[in-house]
T-cell receptor, first 114, second 114 residues
Framework: AQKVTQAQTEISVVEKEDVTLDCVYETRDTTYYLFWYKQPPSGELVFLIRRNSFDEQNEISGRYSWNFQKSTSSFNFTITASQVVDSAVYFCALRGDSWGKFQFGAGTQVVVTP | EAGVTQFPSHSVIEKGQTVTLRCDPISGHDNLYWYRRVMGKEIKFLLHFVKESKQDESGMPNNRFLAERTGGTYSTLKVQPAELEDSGVYFC????????????FGPGTRLTVT
């Protein structure tokens, strides 16, 4: 069975602070994909990143960075120098290579105050 | 190229009424997925169409939910009769080709059952 755990329900930070969102996953598939999506107050899901299970390189995109560690089954996401526009719910998700549906985590609400 | 569209964006109905949600996938995408997020919980898979056929409907909560995909184009999700616990945001996603293809999400339909 596949499972994604986002243990942090809500994180509140002051603008310019860094924030790290944890994601731990379980799967028996040897090939799988991990994703992060952002859901701003407007409600749509915004794709942030996809990593496959064979690529453990960390990635940085502007103020966003991701740390993928297969040894601990984690795919953590860090926002550096947070801004008010980063306030949203962030979802981590898992998808196997042989099945199309996503397994989402419960989401982490990030609140950034000025 | 138009993205995935969903209609309506918001629906408020009374318990016992019927509601039909519509999803128009990206043109040419054979795969269409429905997901649901109940308030504060994870986004859960409902079902997966490949063209007009149901590939996986393991996430459908009960027989009050009926999904169809006419001619392999748009899809509808009917809830009849609606219950309070059906309230949430219903997302549709589509992808091209096999199950490993990138999924593009629509903006969601927020359903409120009173």
């Amino acid at each position: 069975a596949q499972k994604v755990t986002q243990a942090q329900t809500e994180i509140s930070v002051v603008e310019k602070e860094d924030v790290t969102l944890d994601c731990v996953y379980e799967t028996r598939d040897t090939t799988y994909y991990l994703f992060w999506y952002k859901q701003p107050p407007s409600g749509e899901l915004v794709f942030l990143i996809r990593r496959n299970s064979f690529d453990e390189q960390n990635e940085i995109s502007g103020r966003y960075s991701w740390n993928f560690q297969k040894s601990t089954s984690s795919f953590n996401f860090t926002i550096t120098a947070s801004q008010v526009v980063d306030s949203a719910v962030y979802f981590c998700a898992l998808r196997g290579d042989s099945w199309g549906k996503f397994q989402f985590g419960a989401g982490t609400q990030v609140v950034v105050t000025p | 190229e138009a993205g995935v569209t969903q209609f309506p964006s918001h629906s408020v109905i009374e318990k016992g009424q019927t509601v039909t949600l519509r999803c128009d996938p990206i043109s040419g995408h054979d795969n269409l997925y429905w997901y649901r997020r109940v308030m504060g919980k994870e986004i859960k898979f409902l079902l997966h169409f490949v063209k007009e056929s149901k590939q996986d409907e393991s996430g459908m909560p009960n027989n009050r939910f009926l999904a169809e995909r006419t001619g392999g184009t748009y899809s509808t999700l009917k809830v009849q009769p609606a219950e309070l616990e059906d309230s949430g945001v219903y997302f549709c996603a589509s992808s091209q080709g096999g199950t490993g293809g990138e999924q593009y999400f629509g903006p969601g339909t927020r359903l409120t059952v009173t």
